[in-house]
């Protein structure tokens, strides 16, 4: 990936600009037919040389004699599944080819990007293998996309019975080479495949529009794709509508879930199916028709028609992902919804994991015109368990700094995409070996039994005695905690020095002047350090907000009260809050009380309660005045000699560097 800068504004405003020349000259538009795909090779492993149907009306043929099967009949094995599960289609998941050496299926191709979808059925099967034997890798060229892969531990891990796996490679060659390789770890190991699909793509991924290159979510560094970057298709949602089936895209056959079950909590949102009376106008737009059906473009969720309820809420959705990646999050919109005809009528702010990617996001591009936006996100390795997986959160929020005229959100569209490492790699997590699950297996076995055993040798009066001596260890370990505070099933005592206040040279002191080197993780409000303090006798965990955080004062205060009535054994506790002991006798009472009115309307639970920008501004300088009329020794102010008048500049600098500058208040609210 090459890195290019460019300034998100400038880059909102150059796409719009070119959206609009686009439209004016038709001999620039896109082609707003369906991709026709060179290749399209539905291969059901395992089954006899023949076509057979899938529910979807794909057709799909037998491995067994075809020409980029050669040997496969001499050095590997065939099998019928010897049960089907209702939710299991027959084709292609009823039969599959075992593989206990490495194999290579070899399919001649054009060069260019190749869908490359995997489908397993780990069951049992009409042969001598037992499927939880089964860990392998799958690769094609230099690109690894499963390792140490268990079907089996995959579908029981997502509540699955059957799994398609897809990803998306470039083949600057003639043929596609795809190798499974049991696991080399155990000689039981084996590789076994259901179902196999090449379909050639266009390169979907390569941004030919300068402007539209994909933002690294919280830079203003956008990244340039190349050709040769491999992929994982982790979800691709139809937002708002039903599930489209591969028959029914445009072109190269992907699948479109239900987003429903992806939605955070019960704030759903509403939903606009697919219209028949809509026609989606790819010829007006910038982008071809293959990037997504008009089913996905002609259904959307929004937040609602209620501005108040959508002032207090996200709309969000969560993805699972696996750790040490980065992804390109792709978002789909097309206006819908309402008639927006003008600018500044739908503006909203779009966030991944709780940082802003898109501020002020409208999509002027008009009725009934899709467009897309591609982000950047890296998920990292911050759980204990490294192998753990982790979450991508999608938000949208209504805008209200450009009081637009409705405030709300949509999505009709979402697709994450793993990207490949450095090395070529796509492959999750490694599971345990089968090995490594023998051992544990092992070793439950022997605890168990030693158990058995002890009960046997003791007899009933040892036993009696064992359990006697438990009771009074746990007795005494809850003497020993008596006065720890319960919190659900654990609990943690009280920090003896609740009560200290820190003032902030004492909060630097102890993080080094927030060095980088104490910073232990990074959340949504800002980065976490580590610290000592009572003499270095006590750690603590110190959380400093950001002014780049895209998240409120609201929010950190109910993280603050939230924290500070919790008590668990995995959660450090809270001290205190911090208090700059240097105000005290140092402010006009008039001056602070007018201060933490602000402060406290800032903090409204309910939106229309809290006060805009200009409102903030005059009444902070209402309380500078008060302050320096102290400083005089004027025993009066009167707020009114402020003016307020229409198209007011003002700048805000903290610290010397500029947070908010050229900011206009209306007269009044």
């Known amino acids: 990936m090459k890195i290019h800068l460019r300034n998100q504004t400038l880059l909102s405003l150059l796409l719009m600009l070119v959206t609009i020349i686009t439209s004016i000259d038709p001999t620039s538009a896109h082609n707003s037919t369906t991709y026709v795909p060179a290749e399209k090779i539905f291969l059901n492993c395992g089954a006899p040389s023949g076509n057979m149907s899938s529910l979807n009306g794909l057709t799909w043929e037998g491995d067994e004699g075809l020409s980029y099967s050669l040997g496969i009949q001499s050095s590997t094995l065939s099998a019928t599944a010897s ?25 001649p191709v054009t060069p260019g990007r190749k869908f490359v979808p995997l489908h397993f059925y780990p069951t049992d099967y009409n042969n001598n293998f037992t499927i939880s034997h089964s860990f392998f890798s799958v690769s094609v060229g230099s690109y690894t996309l499963l390792n140490n892969f268990s079907a089996l531990l995959t579908t029981q891990a997502m509540n699955y019975n059957y799994i398609r796996k897809e990803f998306s490679v470039n083949i600057s060659s003639n043929t596609l080479n795809l190798t499974f390789t049991p696991s080399p770890a155990n000689k039981n190991a084996f590789a076994f495949v259901n179902g196999i699909e090449i379909v050639s793509t266009p390169q979907i991924f390569v941004q030919h529009d300068v402007f539209r290159q994909p933002l690294m979510v919280g830079t203003t560094i956008t990244l340039t794709i190349d050709e040769h970057t491999a992929f994982e298709t982790v979800a691709r949602l139809n937002v708002g509508g039903s599930a489209v089936s591969a028959r029914d895209d445009s072109g190269f056959y992907r699948e479109w879930d239900d987003d429903s079950m992806y939605i955070y909590g019960a704030a759903v949102g509403v939903v606009y199916p697919k219209d028949p009376n809509v026609t989606i106008k790819y010829s007006d737009s910038t982008i071809p028709e293959y990037i997504a059906p008009p089913s996905v473009y002609g259904s959307a969720r929004s937040m609602g028609p209620n501005a108040s309820v959508n002032l207090n809420y996200n709309l969000t959705w969560i993805v699972t992902v696996d750790p040490g990646f980065y992804y390109l999050v792709r978002l789909h919109f097309c206006e819908i919804v309402y008639p927006i005809t003008n600018f500044n009528m739908l503006v909203f702010n779009i966030l991944i994991n709780n940082m802003t990617a898109f501020q002020s996001f409208e ?3 008009g009725i009934d015109v899709p467009v897309y936006l591609d982000f950047i996100v890296y998920v990292s390795n911050t759980s204990i368990n490294k192998n753990s997986s982790q979450d991508i959160w999608v938000a949208l929020q209504p805008n209200t700094v450009n009081k637009p005229v409705y405030y709300d959100a949509e999505l009709n569209g979402l697709e994450i995409f793993k990207i490949n490492n450095s090395d070529g790699n796509l492959a999750s997590p490694v599971f345990l070996s089968k090995q490594q699950t023998a051992e544990v297996a092992f070793s439950t076995f022997r605890k168990n039994h030693v158990q058995h055993f002890l009960a046997f040798k003791m007899g009933m009066p040892g036993v009696v005695l064992l359990i006697l001596l438990l009771a009074f260890m746990a007795w005494k370990r809850w003497r020993q905690q008596k006065v720890i505070l319960q919190s659900d099933d654990s609990s943690v005592p009280l920090p003896s020095n609740r009560g200290h206040l820190f003032n902030f040279s004492e909060i630097k002191s102890t993080t080094k002047d ?21 003499g270095g006798s006590t750690s603590v965990a110190i959380k400093r907000g950001s002014r780049l955080s895209n998240q409120g004062a609201h ?103 500029s947070v908010f500058s050229d900011l206009r208040s209306p007269k009044g609210r």
């Not at 009115?597 to 809290?610: F, V």
């Open 514 to 534: 927030f060095s980088e080197s104490l910073v232990i993780g990074v959340g949504g409000f800002g980065k976490v350090y580590r610290g000592e303090i009572d």
């Open 83 to 107: 049960v089907q599960d209702p939710s299991v289609p027959t084709v292609p998941y009823m039969t599959a080819r075992f593989f206990q050496t490495t194999f290579t299926y070899t399919f």
């Open 555 to 657: 929010e950190f205060r109910t993280e603050i009260d939230m924290l500070s009535k919790l008590r668990h054994r995995h959660l450090n506790g809270m001290i205190d809050q911090i208090i700059d002991q240097n105000l005290k006798n140092d402010i006009s009472p008039d001056s602070l009380e007018k201060f933490v009115e602000i402060a406290e309307k800032c903090l409204a639970g309910l939106g229309i309660g809290r006060p805009s920008m200009g409102d903030v501004l005059w009444n902070l300088e209402v309380a500078l005045q008060m302050h320096i009329n102290f400083e005089m020794g004027e025993s009066s102010f009167n707020p009114t000699s402020i003016s307020r008048y229409e198209g007011m500049t003002s700048s805000i600098v903290v610290n010397g560097d």
């Open 363 to 365: 999509n002027g591009w």
